[in-house]
């Protein structure tokens, strides 16, 4: 059974940072349900919830993902490329000795899980705000010598790279041309592009053969069930005005 890390939604959660977004009020009770659904349906697909401790003094502690890498032969500890979002690290590197070695990323690197998209023994790096060269080359330094291929990849206009790109299947990649100026790095995958109207829409959470995917996105959603997708839909409308998606929100660790 795999493990789902989490981490409850801060108190803080509404000072937030944002990139992208402007600021909009967050009703903290509603985006806590959500997250509490979310990880139901992280259940529902056969994970284990492990949730570490909350950090109310950590806006945007809830974003996991950005906190680690985790490979099948090893973790990596990011530092994540906001200075406020450096200290959400230390408790995921206080739970992760319970599965894998852990390697701890150093300055000068920063580097968020966000921008780290693995499919098989393919790893794509967004070139990204977030992650700079020295925490490309960190990672590549931990996975090229474990077989797998590490890839920087340009992005334009969106925060992480699985903003832009996620796998929705073996092979098949959900993806938002308007924000990846190449998409050769991509050749030989099948590709789904969003709705152009919908451009939040290609952040999807492949687990098995299941797809947990944000509702609010219609078009793009009939597109994925044409393909032959059908997600389990997740209401994340709060989260959302974090600039986090379904992705953002867990730390999958295979056993
Ligand atoms: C941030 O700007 O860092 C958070 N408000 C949102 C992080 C979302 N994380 C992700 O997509 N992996």
Same mark, same amino acid.
């Given at each position: 059974?795999?493990?789902?890390?989490?981490?409850?939604?801060?108190?803080?959660?509404?000072?937030?940072?944002?990139?992208?977004?402007?600021?909009?009020?967050?009703?903290?009770?509603?985006?806590?349900?959500?997250?509490?659904?979310?990880?139901?349906?992280?259940?529902?697909?056969?994970?284990?919830?492990?949730?570490?401790?909350?950090?109310?003094?950590?806006?945007?502690?809830?974003?996991?993902?950005?906190?680690?890498?985790?490979?099948?032969?090893?973790?990596?500890?990011?530092?994540?490329?906001?200075?406020?979002?450096?200290? *959400?690290?230390? !408790?995921?590197? /206080?739970? &992760?000795?319970?599965?894998?070695?852990?390697? $701890?990323?150093?300055? =000068?690197? +920063? @580097?968020?899980?966000?921008?780290?998209?693995?499919?098989?023994?393919?790893?794509?790096?967004?070139?990204?705000?977030?992650?700079?060269?020295?925490?490309?080359?960190?990672?590549?330094?931990?996975?090229?010598?474990?077989?797998?291929?590490?890839?920087?990849?340009?992005?334009?206009?969106?925060?992480?790279?699985?903003?832009?790109?996620?796998?929705?299947?073996?092979?098949?990649?959900?993806?938002?041309?308007?924000?990846?100026?190449?998409?050769?790095?991509?050749?030989?995958?099948?590709?789904?592009?969003?709705?152009?109207? *919908?451009?939040? !829409?290609?952040? /999807?959470? &492949?687990?098995?053969?299941?797809?947990?995917? $944000?509702?609010?996105? =219609?078009? +793009? @959603?009939?597109?994925?069930?044409?393909?032959?997708?059908?997600?389990?839909?997740?209401?994340?409308?709060?989260?959302?005005?974090?600039?986090?998606?379904?992705?953002?929100?867990?730390?999958?660790?295979?056993?």
């Amino acid at each position: 059974m795999p493990i789902a890390i989490t981490r409850p939604i801060s108190d803080s959660f509404a000072s937030c940072q944002l990139t992208h977004l402007a600021r909009q009020p967050i009703d903290l009770a509603l985006a806590r349900r959500e997250h509490e659904a979310y990880e139901r349906a992280l259940e529902a697909t056969g994970c284990e919830i492990h949730r570490l401790p909350a950090a109310h003094d950590l806006p945007d502690a809830i974003f996991v993902e950005d906190t680690a890498v985790v490979l099948e032969e090893v973790a990596l500890v990011t530092r994540p490329g906001a200075e406020s979002r450096r200290a *959400e690290v230390e !408790a995921m590197a /206080a739970a &992760l000795p319970s599965w894998r070695a852990v390697v $701890a990323m150093e300055e =000068p690197g +920063t @580097l968020d899980g966000g921008d780290v998209l693995r499919v098989g023994r393919r790893i794509f790096v967004g070139d990204s705000g977030r992650t700079n060269q020295a925490g490309f080359e960190q990672l590549r330094a931990v996975a090229e010598p474990l077989g797998y291929r590490v890839r920087r990849v340009p992005i334009a206009g969106c925060l992480h790279l699985k903003s832009a790109v996620t796998a929705v299947a073996a092979g098949t990649l959900l993806l938002n041309p308007a924000w990846l100026p190449s998409l050769d790095c991509f050749a030989g995958f099948d590709v789904i592009a969003v709705d152009p109207g *919908e451009p939040h !829409a290609a952040n /999807a959470l &492949l687990l098995g053969e299941t797809v947990i995917y $944000a509702s609010g996105f =219609p078009r +793009t @959603l009939d597109r994925l069930q044409r393909g032959g997708i059908t997600p389990r839909l997740v209401e994340v409308s709060e989260i959302a005005k974090a600039e986090g998606a379904v992705t953002c929100c867990s730390v999958i660790v295979q056993r």
